[in-house]
T-cell receptor, first 114, second 115 residues
Framework: KNQVEQSPQSLIILEGKNCTLQCNYTVSPFSNLRWYKQDTGRGPVSLTIMTFSENTKSNGRYTATLDADTKQSSLHITASQLSDSASYICVVIPSTGTASKLTFGTGTRLQVTL | GAGVSQSPRYKVAKRGQDVALRCDPISGHVSLFWYQQALGQGPEFLTYFQNEAQLDKSGLPSDRFFAERPEGSVSTLKIQRTQQEDSAVYLC?????????????FGPGTRLTVL
């Protein structure tokens, strides 16, 4: 069972609208949580990185939040653009064991249309 | 180079063939990772190297999968006797050091299709 669950699986929004993507995780303890953007045919690119003690982090029009008590994170995209069309993947890095073993969610596929 | 590069970008193999996928990490990056990404899924860890040492290969799905990084730079992922279930995108990533907060930079991936 995947320890990182994302919702929705896919989402279609109009250009200029806002949207929020959800990530629930069971990986514990963890050292940090990241959101990646993956364009079709490309590798994932990091958007935000948060440690367990942070509860919000912004990167331009992207704002990630983290609630370590409920083990939930969200990625809010403001004033969406066509170029935001991509898959958004939540990644949790455990604080025990091998630091390399990133646990990826299945992603939310976002499509921004005119 | 400016980023992680992978070759080939696309590979079509007949079932039973051997394939070799190459990864050129960012110059100076100590750690290198291989992931397998099935269609519509997130990447799954295969193996990682610190310099030339393969420190964790617990994610390799079978003994048909083999990875090496002989000089601590370029890495090759080899799949022997390919099966249809091996069809996926294989992503390579590198990071400066193996610590939890170090970002992993991903290459564009190699899309393997086994017929």
């Amino acid at each position: 069972k995947n320890q990182v669950e994302q919702s929705p699986q896919s989402l279609i929004i109009l250009e200029g609208k806002n949207c929020t993507l959800q990530c629930n995780y069971t990986v514990s303890p963890f050292s940090n949580l990241r959101w990646y953007k993956q364009d079709t045919g490309r590798g994932p690119v990091s958007l935000t990185i948060m440690t367990f003690s942070e509860n919000t982090k912004s990167n331009g029009r992207y704002t990630a939040t983290l609630d370590a008590d409920t083990k939930q994170s969200s990625l809010h995209i403001t004033a969406s653009q066509l170029s935001d069309s991509a898959s958004y993947i939540c990644v949790v890095i455990p604080s025990t064991g091998t630091a390399s073993k990133l646990t990826f969610g299945t992603g939310t596929r976002l499509q921004v249309t005119l | 180079g400016a980023g992680v590069s992978q070759s080939p970008r696309y590979k079509v193999a007949k079932r039973g063939q051997d394939v070799a996928l190459r990864c050129d990490p960012i110059s100076g990056h100590v750690s290198l990772f291989w992931y397998q990404q099935a269609l519509g899924q997130g990447p799954e860890f295969l193996t990682y190297f610190q310099n030339e040492a393969q420190l964790d290969k617990s994610g390799l799905p079978s003994d048909r999968f083999f990875a090496e990084r002989p000089e601590g730079s370029v890495s090759t992922l080899k799949i022997q006797r390919t099966q249809q279930e091996d069809s996926a995108v294989y992503l390579c990533a590198s990071s400066l050091e193996l610590v939890a907060y170090n970002e992993q930079f991903f290459g564009p991936g190699t899309r393997l299709t086994v017929l």
